[in-house]
Structures are given as structure tokens and as C-alpha cells.
């Protein structure tokens, strides 16, 4: 071979290196600081995708080359109610606020230690905390068994009348009713308020299809039947586990300066 073409020949080096720098680069784009997204939020083209982004990042860990203290003071300052970015809302209804001060939390001693004392337990718009509480479950957990015991009893009743049909419908319903109590628990868990608006509709309709099934039955039964009937359950549970006040929204896009 000739020497021309022994330099024209790439170095082992440079053919190892080239590809170790694309991981870097694809983790840079992918994952951009919280300094760039904040200025991305503050900026006067500001679209509701970059709020989107903002609260993504605030989920995500701290980078292995990021000040602890300085990720800790930017949270602090989205914490801040004098801080206009902590009331933009995301398209899942998560505030950035929330966001910023899970990720505070996050951080563990002690950094969540320097969470403001009126932060502790935050409230939503209409002053219910918000999130799950351990009552809102289990009640949620006993009603969803108390509605299933007194299904299985219509169905019991349905199949010894030789009522094939019905039996079918009163399984649906059951199913109906599991999914949309649990969809409602974890929309409030994740605070998704479409989950909790699609699910009180139908926790709503299931205490009022209760509620008809009882006043009648209260007629033939002096009102015995206003107590064994679960509506009242699943009347709790709908309003236990309505949906969470409407947040105020950021504006989708900012006009810019002329």
C-alpha cells in the first residue's frame, strides 16, 4: 500500500471518538437545564408547549454536573407568589408552582427544608387540598364494594328470574363503575383535570341512577330502603372526588414587544 494512501486511511482514534460525542449532544438537546426553559417561558413568543416543557423538566432529577444550591434557589423563585411564572398552568392542568414545589421535595434534605410554611399543604382554587388524601380513598374503596355487593345482589336476583340479558348489563355496569373510580383517583393523583372531569360525570350518574333506584323501593319499604340503598356512598364519593377548581390559565402567546 502506499504511503498516500496510509494517510489518506482515518486514525482507529478518530473513528472511536466521533461516535461517543453523539450521545452528549442528543442528551443536551433532549434534555435542556431549567435555565433554558425558564427563559423560554419568560420570553415574548412564550407558547403554552413551553410551559409544557418547564414542568417536564422541574419532574426530572438533577443532572450530575448541576449545583444542587443553584436548582434549589431557581424552584425557590418559582415558589415565589410574587413570581408571575408560578401560576402558568400546563395543558394537563398542572400549575408550575406545584411542579416546582414537588421537585423542591424532591431535592431531600435540606433543601426541602427551605419549603415556605404556607406551601406546605397546598390548596387548590376553592381551598380543598389538593391531591389525595388517605380519606378520599378509602372512601372511594368502600363505596366502589358497597355498590359492587349491591349490584351482585340485583344480578343474583336478575339470573334466578332467568333474565340473561340483564344480568349482562348489570356486569357492565359494575365494570363502568370500577373504571371510572379508579380513572378519578388517579386524575386527582396526577392532577389531571380532564381524568377528574370525565370521571365525575359518571360517578355524579351513578348516585343519581342509585337515588331512583331508592325512592321508589322507600315506598313499599317505610324508608328502610333509604339506608341499605348505596346512594348516599356514591353521592359522597362524586363530591369527595369532584374535580379541582379551574387554575387561572397562562396566556398560550405573548405578543412581542414592538
Do not use: C
Not at 434557589?73 to 408571575?84: H, I, Q
Not at 426541602?112 to 381551598?127: F, N, Q, S, T
Amino acid at each position: 500500500m502506499s504511503q498516500e494512501a496510509l494517510r489518506s486511511e482515518p486514525l482507529p482514534s478518530s473513528v472511536d471518538e466521533a461516535p461517543a460525542d453523539v450521545p452528549d449532544s442528543i442528551a443536551a438537546e433532549s434534555f435542556p437545564p431549567l435555565t433554558f426553559l425558564l427563559e423560554e417561558v419568560r420570553s415574548p413568543g412564550m407558547m403554552r408547549a413551553d410551559i409544557d416543557a418547564l414542568i417536564v423538566g422541574l419532574g426530572r432529577p438533577p443532572a450530575p454536573d448541576e449545583p444542587l444550591r443553584e436548582r434549589a434557589d431557581l424552584l425557590l423563585g418559582l415558589l415565589d407568589r410574587s413570581n408571575p411564572v408560578g401560576d402558568y398552568t400546563g395543558s394537563g392542568g398542572m400549575k408550575v408552582r406545584h411542579a416546582a414545589k414537588e421537585a423542591l421535595l424532591a431535592m431531600g434534605y435540606p433543601y426541602a427544608m427551605e419549603l415556605p410554611p404556607e406551601l406546605v399543604e397546598a390548596k387548590g382554587a376553592d381551598g380543598r387540598a389538593v391531591g389525595l388524601s388517605a380519606g378520599n380513598i378509602t372512601l372511594a374503596v368502600v363505596s366502589l364494594l358497597y355498590q359492587s355487593g349491591a349490584l351482585a345482589a340485583v344480578w343474583l336476583f336478575l339470573a334466578y328470574s332467568r333474565m340473561e340479558a340483564a344480568t349482562e348489563v348489570m356486569l357492565g355496569i359494575g365494570a363502568v363503575l370500577w373504571l371510572f373510580t379508579v380513572l378519578s383517583l388517579v386524575g386527582h393523583h396526577s392532577r389531571s383535570r380532564d381524568m377528574q372531569s370525565i370521571s365525575s360525570v359518571v360517578l355524579w350518574a351513578a348516585a343519581v341512577v342509585w337515588l331512583l333506584v331508592a325512592l321508589p323501593l322507600a315506598l313499599f319499604t317505610n324508608g328502610v330502603a333509604l339506608l341499605f340503598v348505596p346512594w348516599h356512598l356514591a353521592l359522597w364519593t362524586a363530591i369527595s372526588l369532584r374535580p379541582e377548581a379551574e387554575e387561572e390559565e397562562a396566556p398560550t402567546k405573548r405578543a412581542p414587544p414592538p
